[in-house]
Nanobody, 125 residues
Framework: QVQLVESGGGLVQAGGSLRLSCAASGRTFSSYVMGWFRQAPGKEREFVATISWNGGSTYYADSVKGRFTISRDNAKNTVYLQMNSLKPEDTAVYYC??????????????????WGQGTQVTVSS
């Protein structure tokens, strides 16, 4: 089992940047596929990005491709989401997620077992 704690959210102007972090408990972090999803008010939780166990493969939603970068540091049990060129439509609660058995790149939120509490990102125009 793994516990996830996100940090790094906040208020930023359009065009700005934020870096989200997700710290995971446990000694088997490197065996988990990690990902980020987001949920805006009144909308479904949607896929943002995922990263494979060793960080060798990354996958992105079309809406963030070229602007966001997911990475992980297995020595620190942490996954990151660097968000650049932020837009007002990026405003949402961002959730970190983990799973040991899902295929890297899976965009179906129901395939992930573990979730953090979320961190708010607000982009003003």
């Amino acid at each position: 089992q793994v516990q996830l704690v996100e940090s790094g959210g906040g208020l930023v102007q359009a065009g700005g940047s934020l870096r989200l972090s997700c710290a995971a408990s446990g000694r088997t972090f490197s065996s988990y596929v990690m990902g980020w999803f987001r949920q805006a008010p009144g909308k479904e939780r949607e896929f943002v990005a995922t990263i494979s166990w060793n960080g060798g493969s990354t996958y992105y939603a079309d809406s963030v491709k070229g602007r966001f970068t997911i990475s992980r540091d297995n020595a620190k049990n942490t996954v990151y989401l660097q968000m650049n060129s932020l837009k007002p439509e990026d405003t949402a609660v961002y959730y970190c997620t983990a799973d040991r058995t899902t295929v890297p790149g899976t965009k179906d939120r129901y395939q992930y077992d573990y979730w953090g509490q979320g961190t708010q990102v607000t982009v003003s125009s």
